[in-house]
């Protein structure tokens, strides 16, 4: 568990996961036998191991959870199973949980003499450094990480290796490096046939608290290039002649992952890219680095060379290539501004020379940048819950967007992590709207009537909130919730971006910024992205009503002052009508929702939701 104290009545609080893929383990893998090379760095697009190399039970992938791996894309095993909650008998004591178990390998006609190792590195989760840029949990001292062979003469698994819980902190200490490597020499002759395969375990222990929703997935373990071939030396870490992308591809904006496609700016885009490369041998390297920026239909709309450059080699000393043009591209390529939602691909390449290295997967990766309804700072992935603590019965936490243009507020989509006996879903919660005035929530300008409770769909699933009535904004605005009591409500939270300055929370008198790197899985969600849930206002609330509704020739505001501005817009957030006074022709508009805004004076009325009928 992370924890940073801010003040003396409430913290912020990073909790791990509890959400996974996962599957029973089983006894060995059973499919066609894999020849050496036996070899996964993990980099190919997808959230489980691939099934030609593994039978999987439980592991995910993932890009962002390894803190700089050898390469892209990480193994990790951790507490949970395939339906999002704590594998059965998961207690305080120690109990088992992943297996990341290989194919069967083609070892028959292969002996000791052959020089057969298996190596990989292995990463506790947890981090390193200050607490709050940890990701993830770290293993305790109980816990553990296993490697197995199997024996297919009597069916047996056979431990060969094992490391017990610990934190980087202590392995960068006693090595230098975070990450381990880790070679395993096959000398049995009773794993030469093609039945031998091999497995990763871990054992697992979730810590003890009293305060509800707090408890979780834990004790994270990575792993990455897996390489199981003969005629290798297991003393010493090797050379690898490969050339690889080590963080995952960023965003081309500036600030956000995602944003509305009518909210989108030329000026919203990047100067230029961070790209972290790795040249795994043990000399420079010449590699050539490229982007294109790829349209929906497949047409390259732009593309980028960055040339030529030497790559250093990573070890000893930990380097990555630090060349401008390979390192921090310019970013020569603005999205066209328009209404209309849109989807690219940004396609990354690193290869060494003109003909590439040992392993291709590696040397490629994706983007898919978004321009829909939606505003999004993190990628994504939840790689801890966040919450609030505190002695108050109320907290209230708000995060900031700063939007171009006029629009319609919808909907908001959120990603709850689950908790131990899924404690988080019973804690109420009212989503609130509020204007920004000097960075910080002030006026609020919309809340819920009643209080909603999250919908736990599961990891990096993202439930779709639609507000009770559509809310016209501009400018800064913070979107969140009013919490009715003090549990945790364990909300998604990604490490890999950092949008701590427009997070704030409120458990007294004034607000507070955060402190914890990373973004919310929060996203406002405008125009179209959810009618279901819009309801009209009741007059008594804010004196103010449409008649007829369903309307076909002309809509009467009922409550409305003469010279009030009255403007309809459609569900992409478009104005399509407008007038001075109370009543509006209709007749020229398509049947459909629309939202109705009116103004009084400087005064913006919460609008309501009108259905053309002709």
Request: with cysteine.
């Given at each position: 568990?992370?924890?940073?104290?801010?003040?003396?009545?409430?913290?912020?609080?990073?909790?791990?996961?509890?959400?996974?893929?996962?599957?029973?383990?089983?006894?060995?893998?059973?499919?066609?036998?894999?020849?050496?090379p036996?070899?996964?760095?993990?980099?190919?697009?997808?959230?489980?191991?691939?099934?030609?190399?593994?039978?999987?039970?439980?592991?995910?992938?993932?890009?962002g959870?390894?803190?700089?791996?050898?390469?892209?894309?990480?193994?990790?095993?951790?507490?949970?199973?395939?339906?999002?909650?704590?594998?059965?008998?998961?207690?305080?004591?120690?109990?088992?949980?992943?297996?990341?178990?290989?194919q069967?390998?083609?070892?028959?006609?292969?002996?000791?003499?052959?020089?057969?190792?298996?190596?990989?590195?292995?990463?506790?989760?947890?981090?390193?450094?200050?607490?709050?840029?940890?990701?993830?949990?770290?293993?305790?001292?109980?816990?553990?990480?296993?490697?197995?062979?199997?024996?297919?003469?009597?069916?047996?698994?056979?431990?060969?290796?094992?490391?017990?819980?610990?934190?980087?902190?202590?392995?960068?200490?006693?090595?230098?490096?975070?990450?381990?490597?880790?070679?395993?020499?096959?000398?049995?002759?009773?794993?030469?046939?093609?039945?031998f395969?091999?497995?990763?375990r871990?054992?697992?222990?979730?810590?003890?608290?009293?305060?509800?929703?707090?408890?979780?997935?834990?004790?994270?373990?990575?792993?990455?290039?897996?390489?199981?071939?003969?005629?290798?030396?297991?003393?010493?870490?090797?050379?690898?002649?490969?050339?690889?992308?080590?963080?995952?591809?960023?965003?081309?904006?500036?600030?956000y992952?995602?944003?509305?496609?009518?909210?989108?700016?030329?000026?919203?885009?990047?100067?230029?890219?961070e790209?972290?490369?790795?040249?795994?041998?043990?000399?420079?390297?010449?590699?050539?680095y490229?982007?294109?920026?790829v349209?929906?239909?497949?047409?390259?709309?732009?593309?980028?060379?960055?040339?030529?450059?030497?790559?250093?080699?990573?070890?000893?000393?930990?380097?990555?290539?630090t060349?401008?043009?390979?390192?921090?591209?310019?970013?020569?390529?603005?999205?066209?501004?328009?209404?209309?939602?849109?989807?690219?691909?940004?396609?990354?390449?690193?290869?060494?020379?003109?003909?590439?290295?040992?392993?291709?997967?590696?040397?490629?990766?994706?983007?898919?940048?978004?321009?829909a309804d939606?505003?999004?700072?993190?990628?994504?992935?939840?790689?801890?819950?966040y919450?609030?603590?505190?002695?108050?019965?109320?907290?209230?936490?708000?995060?900031?967007?700063?939007?171009?243009?006029?629009?319609?507020?919808?909907?908001?989509?959120?990603?709850?992590?689950?908790?131990?006996?899924?404690?988080?879903?019973?804690?109420?919660?009212?989503?609130?709207?509020?204007?920004?005035?000097?960075?910080?929530?002030?006026?609020?300008?919309?809340?819920?009537?009643s209080?909603?409770?999250?919908?736990?769909?599961?990891?990096?699933?993202?439930?779709?909130?639609?507000?009770?009535?559509?809310?016209?904004?501009?400018?800064?605005?913070?979107?969140?919730?009013?919490?009715?009591?003090n549990?945790?409500?364990?909300?998604?939270?990604?490490?890999?971006?950092?949008?701590?300055?427009?997070?704030?929370?409120?458990?007294?008198?004034?607000?507070?910024?955060?402190?914890?790197r990373?973004?919310?899985?929060?996203?406002?969600?405008?125009?179209?992205?959810?009618?279901?849930?819009?309801?009209?206002?009741?007059?008594?609330?804010?004196?103010?009503?449409?008649?007829?509704?369903?309307?076909?020739?002309?809509?009467?505001?009922?409550?409305?002052?003469?010279?009030?501005?009255?403007?309809?817009?459609?569900?992409?957030?478009?104005?399509?009508?407008?007038?001075?006074?109370?009543?509006?022709?209709?007749?020229?508009?398509?049947?459909?929702?629309?939202?109705?805004?009116?103004?009084?004076?400087?005064?913006?009325?919460?609008?309501?939701?009108?259905?053309?009928?002709?």
């Open positions: 568990m992370l924890c940073a104290g801010l003040t003396l009545q409430a913290q912020e609080v990073l909790v791990p996961l509890q959400w996974g893929p996962a599957v029973r383990p089983g006894t060995k893998a059973v499919a066609d036998t894999v020849r050496l036996f070899f996964d760095d993990f980099a190919k697009a997808g959230a489980l191991p691939t099934g030609e190399l593994w039978d999987n039970h439980g592991v995910t992938i993932g890009n959870a390894g803190l700089l791996p050898p390469t892209v894309g990480v193994a990790t095993l951790d507490a949970v199973g395939a339906d999002g909650r704590l594998y059965d008998g998961a207690t305080a004591g120690v109990f088992g949980a992943d297996t990341l178990c290989s069967a390998l083609a070892l028959g006609g292969l002996g000791p003499e052959d020089s057969v190792v298996l190596s990989f590195y292995y990463l506790p989760g947890g981090g390193w450094g200050d607490l709050w840029l940890r990701i993830g949990d770290a293993p305790e001292t109980g816990d553990s990480l296993m490697l197995e062979f199997y024996r297919a003469a009597d069916s047996a698994w056979v431990p060969v290796w094992s490391r017990g819980g610990t934190e980087v902190d202590s392995l960068v200490a006693a090595t230098g490096r975070a990450w381990q490597y880790v070679a395993v020499a096959i000398t049995d002759t009773a794993f030469f046939n093609d039945g395969a091999f497995r990763f871990n054992l697992c222990s979730v810590a003890a608290t009293s305060k509800p929703g707090l408890a979780g997935n834990c004790d994270y373990w990575h792993l990455d290039y897996v390489l199981v071939d003969q005629g290798r030396t297991s003393v010493g870490v090797p050379e690898f002649r490969d050339v690889a992308f080590v963080a995952p591809a960023p965003s081309l904006l500036a600030h992952q995602a944003m509305p496609a009518r909210q989108y700016r030329q000026s919203e885009m990047a100067a230029g890219l790209m972290t490369i790795a040249n795994l041998y043990g000399s420079p390297l010449a590699t050539q490229q982007y294109a920026v349209g929906a239909g497949g047409d390259t709309l732009y593309r980028y060379d960055g040339g030529f450059e030497n790559a250093p080699a990573f070890l000893p000393d930990g380097s990555y290539q060349a401008q043009a390979h390192a921090a591209p310019a970013v020569g390529y603005a999205f066209p501004e328009g209404e209309q939602q849109r989807e690219y691909t940004i396609v990354h390449t690193v290869r060494e020379g003109v003909g590439g290295d040992m392993h291709g997967d590696n040397d490629t990766m994706r983007f898919r940048q978004v321009l939606y505003y999004a700072y993190d990628d994504g992935t939840a790689e801890n819950g919450g609030l603590t505190s002695t108050a019965s109320r907290v209230y936490l708000a995060y900031r967007f700063d939007l171009n243009a006029e629009d319609t507020l919808t909907a908001l989509d959120m990603c709850f992590n689950r908790s131990l006996n899924g404690e988080n879903e019973d804690v109420p919660f009212y989503i609130t709207v509020w204007r920004c005035e000097n960075g910080v929530p002030r006026e609020v300008l919309y809340r819920d009537h209080g909603r409770r999250p919908v736990i769909e599961g990891l990096d699933g993202f439930h779709r909130y639609a507000l009770e009535e559509a809310v016209v904004v501009g400018d800064s605005i913070f979107v969140g919730f009013e919490q009715a009591n549990y945790f409500i364990n909300l998604g939270f990604d490490r890999n971006g950092d949008a701590s300055d427009r997070i704030c929370y409120l458990t007294g008198t004034e607000w507070q910024q955060s402190i914890l990373g973004a919310l899985m929060m996203r406002p969600c405008f125009g179209a992205a959810a009618t279901v849930g819009i309801e009209e206002r009741r007059a008594e609330n804010d004196g103010w009503s449409l008649y007829p509704n369903p309307a076909d020739e002309y809509v009467q505001m009922e409550g409305v002052a003469a010279d009030a501005e009255v403007w309809v817009y459609d569900m992409n957030g478009k104005k399509v009508a407008g007038a001075k006074g109370n009543r509006i022709e209709t007749r020229g508009l398509p049947g459909g929702v629309y939202v109705v805004r009116c103004v009084d004076g400087k005064k913006a009325v919460v609008a309501k939701k009108l259905i053309i009928k002709h």
